[in-house]
């Protein structure tokens, strides 16, 4: 696993599971579940639920996070607009 990745053990759907991402992405999902007063297990479960079958979870929460942080802050003229 690359240094700049954070691993953290989760149990989803009452299997265990790990992700690795990058710190920023982990503070991202942290701001996350303080606003919406939720655990990480929650929101972990909510993304893996929605997402793609053929795309990783780490990938599915990375995109989460970047669609979160655009709804809630100025970086809305960043969307592509197609």
């Known amino acids: 696993m690359s240094r700049y990745l954070r691993k953290r053990s989760l149990i989803l759907a009452g299997h265990d599971t790990s ?5 920023a992405f982990w503070s991202v999902l942290e ?3 303080a606003h919406q007063n ?3 297990v929650q929101l972990v479960t909510q993304v893996d639920a929605t997402r ?3 795309q990783s979870l780490a990938s599915a929460l990375r995109v989460h996070a970047v669609e ?3 709804q809630h802050t100025d970086i809305q003229s960043l969307k ?3």
């Open 52 to 54: 793609a079958p053929d």
């Open 31 to 33: 701001r996350m579940i």
């Open 19 to 23: 992700v690795a991402l990058e710190p």
């Open 38 to 40: 939720i655990t990480l």
């Open 68 to 70: 979160w942080l655009q």
């Open 80 to 82: 592509d607009p197609s």
